[in-house]
């Protein structure tokens, strides 16, 4: 075997995006990792992408929003890092269910796990197509063509969740997790609005939370578990050689 197939590279720390469904949790994650929009199936279960972000691996877990893999969530959360809480900014009903729903799943992440609160789907507010566009430009020439809003002004859409609501969810959460606000980050810089049609504060939205993942990373290696898992290394379990493949 060669050397470098020998040991496989775990992930280092663990994000999972967790919300209701159709939020745009899969469709952040395409534009994150693939650079563009495309079509989505619910997503069933969940699955993740491992980021090499420098020396360190990040999985970021995209979890399902449907009501029947709701079960699952607190698995998927067991030892999370950091977790992002996502609403639709045009449905009200999708930042209620984090709090209903999904808060309690984030009860197996660490506890020193990170909380964003992030809003998507800004794109389709009228308040985000004004404030991409203060002066009335014509969008396609006042902006880069990654940045344009396809939206037309037929297809805004109310915004039901502000900015304010995403910061008092922020504030509840740490309540709810029994942590002191003024030790914690600040929530003006963990409530994002992103557009993953449009790809507005997607990179800001990953890129924050893999800089402040890694103390976290640092700090598991400090209490010594190892990185690599060792495929020559003889099993502790008696489960014999042929017998399994998962
Ligand atoms: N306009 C707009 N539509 C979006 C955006 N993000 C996602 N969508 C659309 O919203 C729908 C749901 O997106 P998904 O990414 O599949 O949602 P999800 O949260 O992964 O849903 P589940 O997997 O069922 O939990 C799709 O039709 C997307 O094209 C966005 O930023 N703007
Ligand atoms: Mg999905």
Known sequence: MAESTKKLKKPDV?????????VGKTSLLHRYTERKFKDTVSTVGGAFFLKQWGPYNISIWDTAGRE???GLGSMYCRGAAAVILTYDTTSWQSYVEL?????????????????????NKADLTDSHAQASNPEGERQEEAEPAHLSLSSSSSSLQRK?????????????????????????LPAESMCFETSAKTGYNVDV??????????????????????????????SKGKRSKAGCCA
Do not use: W
């Open 14 to 22: 663990k994000i999972v995006l967790l919300g209701d469904m159709h």
């Open 68 to 70: 029947q893999f709701h």
């Open 99 to 119: 709090e209903d729903r999904f808060l309690s799943l984030t009860d197996t992440a660490n506890a020193d796990c990170i909380f964003a609160i992030v809003g």
């Open 160 to 184: 039901q969740v502000n900015r304010e609501d995403a910061i008092a969810l922020y504030g509840r959460v740490l309540h709810y997790k029994g942590l002191d606000e003024k030790a914690c």
């Open 205 to 234: 939205l990953f890129e924050t939370m893999f800089d402040l993942v890694v103390p976290s990373i640092l700090k598991k290696r400090n209490e010594g578990e190892s990185s690599t898992v060792d495929l020559e290394a003889p």
